[in-house]
């Protein structure tokens, strides 16, 4: 699968034979790669739980949503990118990470925002992995870590999970993305059947929600904040949670993370649980990647690492798994 971002930074000219544009036409610098991200100490943002709104997208006047097809995998909805950075001026956003995005010319601002209103390669890939492996997820109480749009969560909401957590940094891209695109598979579901497969013409834009799509909504926790904080807040929870799969990607760009990513993975994964990390094999500047990672997690000595898949094309890019040593 091709596909391409659309950054205009020009690469540096030592960069330029390390990471080629996967659609051959132009190159682009990955904002989690870039020299010209400092590392820089992420300022803590206290976990908040998000609720729904019965019907989150009524408040947004426009927006337009695309389908994520993959393999066999169910038709996966989503806001569409560009239409949504578009119409940032008329959207609810207290972070004001919209309007910095876009005057700042850059997908990533450490420490403000963590890259959340983007769809990163590695999702894909591990898409395509689940799609090659089959997995289905039924009854299996899922977190999708570092969400942003949602669509890994939403793929295991479709295939059967019993549960699912949402979480991302940002909570202006839990409330401005995340959420509606959890609803609009949701509703997308609900007019199909239960099948889950897209018929026709897209949802409607405002529309009641129906029982089915209440108790699915039911289903999903949505969360906000830095790790460390969400960490704590989920330790309140009585139980706390543990869950079966614990969805990341594109999350170990800054090594400064690392220990709170580990704490997570240490707290709430269950014991024969499994978390699927989706990386690239560096990430320029901040010093982060693959090998940093397991060099990390090897030194904790917590976690049994294993290589699951690697993608040559562009930057080399890994589908790992963690799980707990015996």
């Not at 051959?24 to 976990?47: F, G, L």
């Not at 199909?192 to 026709?200: A, V």
Request: aromatic share 10%; hydrophobic share 35%; with cysteine.
């Amino acid at each position: 699968m091709a596909f391409s971002f659309n950054f205009d930074i020009p690469l540096n000219a030592e960069e330029t034979t390390d990471k080629e544009s996967t659609n051959d036409k132009a190159k682009y610098v990955d904002p989690k790669c870039s020299e010209a991200s400092p590392t820089v100490q992420k300022k803590m943002k206290n976990a908040l739980e998000h609720k729904p709104l019965l019907d989150p997208l009524s408040h947004l006047e426009n927006w337009v949503s695309e389908t994520i097809t993959i393999g066999s995998l169910p038709p996966l909805l989503c806001l569409n990118e560009s239409v949504f950075e578009r119409t940032a001026a008329e959207r609810e956003d207290t972070e004001e990470i919209l309007a910095k995005t876009l005057t700042e010319n850059s997908d990533l601002i450490s420490g403000v925002y963590e890259g959340g209103l983007k769809i990163w390669e590695c999702t894909y890939d591990l898409l395509e992995y689940i799609d090659d492996e089959g997995e289905i997820f039924s009854g299996k109480r899922i977190l999708d870590l570092g969400c942003g749009a949602g669509i890994l969560g939403i793929l295991a909401l479709k295939r059967g999970s019993g549960k699912v957590d949402f979480q991302d940094y940002n909570s202006t891209v839990i409330e401005q993305l995340t959420i509606p695109n959890v609803f609009l598979n949701c509703e997308n579901d609900s007019d199909d059947g239960e099948t889950g497969e897209k018929n026709g013409s897209p949802p409607t834009k405002k529309k009641a929600l129906n029982a089915s799509q209440k108790s699915l909504l039911d289903c999903c926790g949505f969360f906000s904040g830095d790790w460390n904080s969400f960490l704590a807040l989920m330790k309140t929870k009585n139980p706390s949670p543990k869950y079966d799969i614990i969805f990341t990607s594109e999350t170990i760009y800054n090594t400064d993370y690392y220990s709170s990513l580990h704490d997570v993975f240490c707290d709430l994964l269950a014991e024969n649980g499994i978390v699927y990390l989706a990386t690239k094999n560096h990430y320029f500047g901040v010093g982060g990647g693959l090998h940093m990672f397991q060099k990390f997690v090897e030194q904790n000595n917590v976690f049994q690492i294993k290589h699951l898949k690697d993608v040559e094309q562009g930057l080399k890019r890994h589908i790992v798994s963690l799980t707990f040593k015996k």
